[in-house]
């Protein structure tokens, strides 16, 4: 055999001998910010509808649906600066033999407001819908399929409330609680945020959970979890009781 081609074969055994780069065995707890997407968020009042009377007293039930786009949060951090909702992985995750890790979940901030004014017989409306108080807390299950990532499997739950400002008087607001429950979809996939060429972690901030432009609450970065596969970050997650929130990074 020429010395060349011993070498060559040499050099293949020496690289299949060398240990894959592994996958690391937790997803860190961090955030994950997003962007509504308006085209496909909106929330539909048939089975929750805002009651007879509402607005005025001669105004009729509502039970129709209302389009939404993000409204950018207020922050500390710049790189923020494009988002309107922010999600919290609580907990680092630890992959156990099945490659199946658990973390508690959360809302940390929503911004969202109507993409055209809210008419009825009673007037003109701005429409927004923020976060309502205390937010749930939910278990967010992470399957690893291979060193590259796999998917997610995550039940969220809001409190809302849905706020309507008289156009023509921006001193009258009505407010309207509605609880938020989404379906989860066992199709939603990940990515370890280091296979990503383009991936950029951010880091702690403060953002405005409340919607009165002053940031409030401290919120850690981004970690080692990408949701999205293949450079696709686009998520339509359904309502329970009806319409869709969309978001993308």
Same mark, same amino acid.
């Given at each position: 055999m020429?010395?060349?081609?011993?070498?060559?074969v040499f050099a293949v055994l020496v690289l299949a001998a060398l240990p894959a780069v592994a996958a690391e065995p937790v997803i860190y707890a961090g955030i994950d910010p997003w962007v509504t997407v308006p085209e496909g968020t909106s929330v539909d009042f048939r089975h929750q509808p805002l009651p007879k009377g509402f607005f005025c007293k001669s105004s009729p039930a509502f039970t129709g649906a209302?389009?939404?786009?993000?409204?950018?949060?207020? @922050? %500390?951090n710049p790189q923020l600066a494009r988002y309107d909702t922010i999600v919290e992985r609580l907990d680092d995750a630890v992959f156990d033999r099945r490659g199946v890790a658990r973390t508690r979940f959360q809302v940390k901030a929503l911004q969202l407001e109507g993409i055209s004014t809210f008419k009825n017989r009673c007037g003109e409306y701005y429409v927004q819908v923020t976060l309502d108080g205390v937010q749930p807390v939910t278990t967010m299950r992470i399957i690893r399929e291979n060193d590259e990532g796999g998917r997610f499997v995550l039940p969220v739950r809001i409190n809302t409330?849905?706020?309507?400002t008289r156009v023509d008087d921006l001193d009258e607001k009505l407010e309207f609680s509605y609880p938020v429950t989404f379906r989860?979809?066992?199709?939603?996939?990940?990515?370890? @945020? %280091?296979r990503l060429p383009d991936a950029k972690r951010l880091t702690r901030a403060t953002v405005d959970t409340n919607w009165d432009t002053r940031p409030d609450t401290s919120v850690p970065g981004t970690s080692n979890f990408a949701p999205g596969?293949?450079?696709?970050?686009?998520?339509?997650?359904?309502?329970?009781?009806?319409?869709h929130h969309t978001v993308q990074q």
């Amino acid at each position: 055999m020429k010395r060349s081609s011993a070498l060559a074969v040499f050099a293949v055994l020496v690289l299949a001998a060398l240990p894959a780069v592994a996958a690391e065995p937790v997803i860190y707890a961090g955030i994950d910010p997003w962007v509504t997407v308006p085209e496909g968020t909106s929330v539909d009042f048939r089975h929750q509808p805002l009651p007879k009377g509402f607005f005025c007293k001669s105004s009729p039930a509502f039970t129709g649906a209302i389009w939404f786009r993000g409204v950018p949060l207020a @922050s %500390d951090n710049p790189q923020l600066a494009r988002y309107d909702t922010i999600v919290e992985r609580l907990d680092d995750a630890v992959f156990d033999r099945r490659g199946v890790a658990r973390t508690r979940f959360q809302v940390k901030a929503l911004q969202l407001e109507g993409i055209s004014t809210f008419k009825n017989r009673c007037g003109e409306y701005y429409v927004q819908v923020t976060l309502d108080g205390v937010q749930p807390v939910t278990t967010m299950r992470i399957i690893r399929e291979n060193d590259e990532g796999g998917r997610f499997v995550l039940p969220v739950r809001i409190n809302t409330k849905v706020i309507f400002t008289r156009v023509d008087d921006l001193d009258e607001k009505l407010e309207f609680s509605y609880p938020v429950t989404f379906r989860p979809s066992p199709y939603h996939r990940w990515t370890y @945020s %280091d296979r990503l060429p383009d991936a950029k972690r951010l880091t702690r901030a403060t953002v405005d959970t409340n919607w009165d432009t002053r940031p409030d609450t401290s919120v850690p970065g981004t970690s080692n979890f990408a949701p999205g596969e293949g450079g696709a970050t686009r998520f339509q997650t359904q309502l329970k009781h009806g319409g869709h929130h969309t978001v993308q990074q």
